[in-house]
Protein backbone atom coordinates (compact mmCIF):
# COMPACT_ATOMS: atom_id res chain seq x y z
CA UNK A 1 0.00 0.00 0.00
CA UNK A 2 1.94 3.21 -1.16
CA UNK A 3 -0.18 6.10 0.50
CA UNK A 4 0.31 9.29 -1.12
CA UNK A 5 3.04 9.13 -3.80
CA UNK A 6 4.50 12.61 -5.41
CA UNK A 7 6.28 12.77 -8.54
CA UNK A 8 8.65 14.13 -9.07
CA UNK A 9 10.99 14.50 -6.26
CA UNK A 10 13.01 17.08 -7.24
CA UNK A 11 13.14 19.36 -10.27
CA UNK A 12 15.22 22.41 -11.24
CA UNK A 13 13.68 24.61 -13.67
CA UNK A 14 14.59 27.95 -15.77
CA UNK A 15 12.28 30.85 -14.99
CA UNK A 16 9.52 30.92 -17.25
CA UNK A 17 9.44 27.19 -18.01
CA UNK A 18 6.20 24.66 -16.79
CA UNK A 19 5.98 21.98 -15.23
CA UNK A 20 3.19 19.72 -13.43
CA UNK A 21 3.43 17.98 -10.51
CA UNK A 22 1.48 14.53 -10.17
CA UNK A 23 0.12 13.24 -7.02
CA UNK A 24 -1.39 9.91 -6.72
CA UNK A 25 -3.57 8.12 -3.84
CA UNK A 26 -3.97 4.38 -3.41
CA UNK A 27 -6.23 4.79 -0.38
CA UNK A 28 -9.77 6.01 -2.27
CA UNK A 29 -9.85 9.73 -0.46
CA UNK A 30 -12.37 12.03 -1.00
CA UNK A 31 -10.38 14.84 -0.42
CA UNK A 32 -7.05 15.90 -1.61
CA UNK A 33 -4.59 19.24 -1.30
CA UNK A 34 -1.21 20.75 -2.74
CA UNK A 35 0.33 22.59 0.28
CA UNK A 36 3.84 24.26 -0.32
CA UNK A 37 6.37 24.65 2.51
CA UNK A 38 8.50 27.70 2.92
CA UNK A 39 11.37 28.24 5.66
CA UNK A 40 9.82 29.98 8.58
CA UNK A 41 6.83 29.97 7.20
CA UNK A 42 4.87 26.43 7.88
CA UNK A 43 2.63 24.92 5.06
CA UNK A 44 0.46 27.18 3.11
CA UNK A 45 -2.33 25.85 1.61
CA UNK A 46 -1.83 26.31 -2.82
CA UNK A 47 -5.40 24.40 -3.81
CA UNK A 48 -7.47 22.11 -2.71
CA UNK A 49 -10.03 19.63 -3.89
CA UNK A 50 -13.13 17.77 -2.40
CA UNK A 51 -13.91 15.29 -4.99
CA UNK A 52 -13.49 14.35 -8.82
CA UNK A 53 -13.83 17.34 -10.98
CA UNK A 54 -13.97 20.16 -8.08
CA UNK A 55 -10.76 22.39 -7.47
CA UNK A 56 -10.91 25.18 -5.10
CA UNK A 57 -8.23 28.14 -3.96
CA UNK A 58 -6.64 28.04 -0.86
CA UNK A 59 -4.32 30.29 0.66
CA UNK A 60 -1.83 31.07 -2.22
CA UNK A 61 -3.42 29.60 -5.39
CA UNK A 62 -1.53 32.33 -7.63
CA UNK A 63 1.10 31.06 -10.32
CA UNK A 64 -0.46 27.58 -9.57
CA UNK A 65 -3.09 25.57 -11.85
CA UNK A 66 -4.77 22.13 -10.71
CA UNK A 67 -7.06 19.38 -11.78
CA UNK A 68 -8.49 16.76 -10.92
CA UNK A 69 -10.09 14.36 -13.52
CA UNK A 70 -9.42 10.96 -11.33
CA UNK A 71 -10.51 10.78 -8.01
CA UNK A 72 -6.51 9.06 -6.80
CA UNK A 73 -4.84 12.10 -9.04
CA UNK A 74 -4.22 15.63 -8.22
CA UNK A 75 -2.17 17.40 -10.14
CA UNK A 76 0.13 21.14 -9.69
CA UNK A 77 0.87 22.92 -12.71
CA UNK A 78 3.25 25.86 -13.00
CA UNK A 79 2.88 27.58 -16.00
CA UNK A 80 5.37 29.84 -16.63
CA UNK A 81 7.39 29.30 -13.31
CA UNK A 82 9.13 32.09 -10.99
CA UNK A 83 12.17 32.22 -8.45
CA UNK A 84 9.24 33.26 -5.73
CA UNK A 85 8.12 29.58 -6.59
CA UNK A 86 10.79 27.47 -4.73
CA UNK A 87 9.69 25.58 -2.33
CA UNK A 88 8.88 22.28 -0.88
CA UNK A 89 5.48 20.87 -2.48
CA UNK A 90 3.59 18.24 -0.18
CA UNK A 91 0.32 16.14 -1.33
CA UNK A 92 -2.28 15.59 1.25
CA UNK A 93 -5.31 12.99 0.95
CA UNK A 94 -7.84 12.53 3.29
CA UNK A 95 -11.09 10.31 3.83
CA UNK A 96 -14.19 12.82 4.13
CA UNK A 97 -15.32 11.44 7.79
CA UNK A 98 -11.85 11.78 9.42
CA UNK A 99 -10.59 14.88 8.11
CA UNK A 100 -7.00 13.38 8.88
CA UNK A 101 -4.28 14.67 5.94
CA UNK A 102 -2.18 11.90 4.81
CA UNK A 103 1.15 13.55 3.21
CA UNK A 104 3.26 12.56 0.32
CA UNK A 105 7.18 12.55 0.84
CA UNK A 106 7.16 16.31 -0.71
CA UNK A 107 8.64 17.25 -4.00
CA UNK A 108 11.54 19.60 -3.91
CA UNK A 109 11.34 22.37 -7.16
CA UNK A 110 13.96 25.33 -7.65
CA UNK A 111 13.30 27.75 -9.62
CA UNK A 112 16.55 29.46 -11.69
CA UNK B 1 -8.83 35.05 5.54
CA UNK B 2 -8.14 32.68 8.22
CA UNK B 3 -4.86 32.30 10.06
CA UNK B 4 -3.28 30.52 12.73
CA UNK B 5 -0.04 31.65 14.20
CA UNK B 6 1.77 29.32 16.64
CA UNK B 7 4.29 30.74 19.56
CA UNK B 8 7.22 29.82 20.22
CA UNK B 9 8.64 29.56 16.89
CA UNK B 10 11.63 28.10 18.44
CA UNK B 11 12.32 25.49 21.74
CA UNK B 12 15.49 24.10 22.62
CA UNK B 13 15.12 21.69 25.85
CA UNK B 14 17.28 19.28 27.59
CA UNK B 15 16.22 16.09 27.73
CA UNK B 16 13.72 15.51 30.32
CA UNK B 17 12.56 18.90 30.53
CA UNK B 18 8.85 19.74 29.40
CA UNK B 19 7.57 21.46 26.23
CA UNK B 20 4.50 23.45 25.27
CA UNK B 21 3.44 25.48 22.23
CA UNK B 22 0.37 26.93 21.47
CA UNK B 23 -1.66 27.47 18.45
CA UNK B 24 -4.19 30.75 18.11
CA UNK B 25 -6.66 31.03 15.48
CA UNK B 26 -7.82 34.38 14.27
CA UNK B 27 -10.90 33.22 13.50
CA UNK B 28 -13.24 30.47 15.51
CA UNK B 29 -12.71 26.73 14.51
CA UNK B 30 -14.52 23.57 13.47
CA UNK B 31 -11.74 21.44 14.45
CA UNK B 32 -8.18 21.49 15.05
CA UNK B 33 -5.72 19.06 14.67
CA UNK B 34 -1.69 18.90 15.19
CA UNK B 35 1.21 17.07 13.19
CA UNK B 36 5.02 15.98 13.80
CA UNK B 37 7.47 16.71 10.73
CA UNK B 38 10.92 15.08 11.25
CA UNK B 39 13.64 17.13 9.92
CA UNK B 40 13.51 16.33 6.02
CA UNK B 41 10.21 14.20 6.68
CA UNK B 42 6.59 14.59 6.11
CA UNK B 43 4.05 16.23 8.28
CA UNK B 44 2.09 13.08 10.30
CA UNK B 45 -0.86 13.41 12.06
CA UNK B 46 -1.15 13.01 15.70
CA UNK B 47 -4.55 14.06 16.67
CA UNK B 48 -8.01 15.98 16.11
CA UNK B 49 -9.89 17.52 18.91
CA UNK B 50 -12.98 18.69 17.85
CA UNK B 51 -15.15 19.82 21.17
CA UNK B 52 -15.10 22.97 23.05
CA UNK B 53 -12.70 22.00 25.92
CA UNK B 54 -11.42 19.08 25.13
CA UNK B 55 -8.12 17.62 26.61
CA UNK B 56 -6.52 14.37 24.54
CA UNK B 57 -3.66 12.01 25.87
CA UNK B 58 -1.34 10.32 23.99
CA UNK B 59 1.38 8.85 26.68
CA UNK B 60 3.61 12.19 26.99
CA UNK B 61 1.85 14.44 25.09
CA UNK B 62 -1.36 16.11 26.10
CA UNK B 63 -3.42 18.44 23.54
CA UNK B 64 -6.03 20.93 24.53
CA UNK B 65 -8.50 22.50 22.75
CA UNK B 66 -9.76 26.23 24.48
CA UNK B 67 -13.43 26.55 25.18
CA UNK B 68 -13.82 29.57 22.27
CA UNK B 69 -12.38 26.83 20.22
CA UNK B 70 -9.69 29.95 19.07
CA UNK B 71 -6.84 28.19 20.77
CA UNK B 72 -4.99 24.58 21.40
CA UNK B 73 -1.63 23.92 22.99
CA UNK B 74 0.53 20.88 22.51
CA UNK B 75 2.40 19.98 25.73
CA UNK B 76 5.07 17.50 25.72
CA UNK B 77 6.04 15.77 29.55
CA UNK B 78 9.92 14.79 30.13
CA UNK B 79 10.91 15.52 26.43
CA UNK B 80 13.13 12.81 24.76
CA UNK B 81 15.40 12.87 21.77
CA UNK B 82 13.38 11.19 19.47
CA UNK B 83 10.05 14.22 20.41
CA UNK B 84 12.97 16.55 17.82
CA UNK B 85 10.88 17.49 14.87
CA UNK B 86 8.50 20.26 13.96
CA UNK B 87 5.10 20.18 15.29
CA UNK B 88 2.11 21.80 13.43
CA UNK B 89 -1.45 22.91 13.73
CA UNK B 90 -3.90 22.73 11.92
CA UNK B 91 -7.22 24.38 11.72
CA UNK B 92 -10.56 24.25 9.30
CA UNK B 93 -13.61 26.48 9.71
CA UNK B 94 -16.89 24.78 9.62
CA UNK B 95 -18.18 24.33 6.34
CA UNK B 96 -14.67 24.00 5.12
CA UNK B 97 -12.92 21.01 4.02
CA UNK B 98 -9.08 23.08 3.91
CA UNK B 99 -7.12 23.05 6.95
CA UNK B 100 -4.99 26.21 7.25
CA UNK B 101 -1.58 25.53 9.32
CA UNK B 102 -0.08 27.57 11.93
CA UNK B 103 3.71 28.44 11.51
CA UNK B 104 5.09 25.44 13.39
CA UNK B 105 7.01 24.72 16.42
CA UNK B 106 10.18 23.62 16.00
CA UNK B 107 11.73 21.35 18.86
CA UNK B 108 15.47 20.51 19.76
CA UNK B 109 15.99 17.98 22.97
CA UNK B 110 19.48 18.11 24.09
CA UNK B 111 20.63 14.92 25.25
Known amino acids: NAGVTQTPKFRVLKTGQSMTLLCAQDMNHEYMYWYRQDPGMGLRLIHY???????AKGEVPDGYNVSRLKKQNFLLGLESAAPSQTSVYFC???????????FGEGSRLTVL | GQQVMQIPQYQHVQEGEDFTTYCNSS?????IQWYKQRPGGHPVFLIQLVKSGEVKKQKRLTFQFGEAKKNSSLHITATQTTDVGTYFCAGSTSGTYKYIFGTGTRLKVLA
Open chain 1, 92 to 102: ASSPAHTGELF
Open chain 1, 49 to 55: SVGEGTT
Open chain 2, 27 to 31: TTLSN
